[in-house]
Nanobody
Framework: QVQLVESGGGLVQAGGSLRLSCAASGRILSINDMGWYRQAPGKQRELVATITSGGRTNYVDSLKGRFTISRDNAKNTVYLQMNSLKPEDTAVYYC??????????????WGQGTQVTVSS
């Protein structure tokens, strides 16, 4: 089994910053792409950013310049640095990773989500 454990969410005022972390554990052979998604109240889950095993990043256009995704391969961890937060950033943020497990298959894995609330 593989688990993705998120941390770093919380309540912050508009203009503030948070850094989310997501650590993968289990019988992992390798991790390919990792990413962050979010789901705001009343809306569907949307992609925020992705990062490949080689460090290539992709962002939603509306978030470029405020959010930064990074990873530490030695720790099987992906991060999301969020700056200049706005109330509309309020959502549950989910970690995602494509992981090759010991059985040989590659699967998408999801964290349970961490709440980010931005107050005005």
């Amino acid at each position: 089994q593989v688990q993705l454990v998120e941390s770093g969410g919380g309540l912050v005022q508009a203009g503030g910053s948070l850094r989310l972390s997501c650590a993968a554990s289990g019988r992992i052979l390798s991790i390919n792409d990792m990413g962050w998604y979010r789901q705001a109240p009343g809306k569907q889950r949307e992609l925020v950013a992705t990062i490949t095993s080689g460090g290539r990043t992709n962002y939603v256009d509306s978030l470029k310049g405020r959010f930064t995704i990074s990873r530490d391969n030695a720790k099987n961890t992906v991060y999301l640095q969020m700056n200049s937060l706005k109330p509309e950033d309020t959502a549950v943020y989910y970690c995602n990773a494509k992981i090759k497990v010991a059985s040989g298959g590659t699967y998408d894995w999801w964290g349970q989500g961490t709440q980010v609330t931005v107050s005005s």
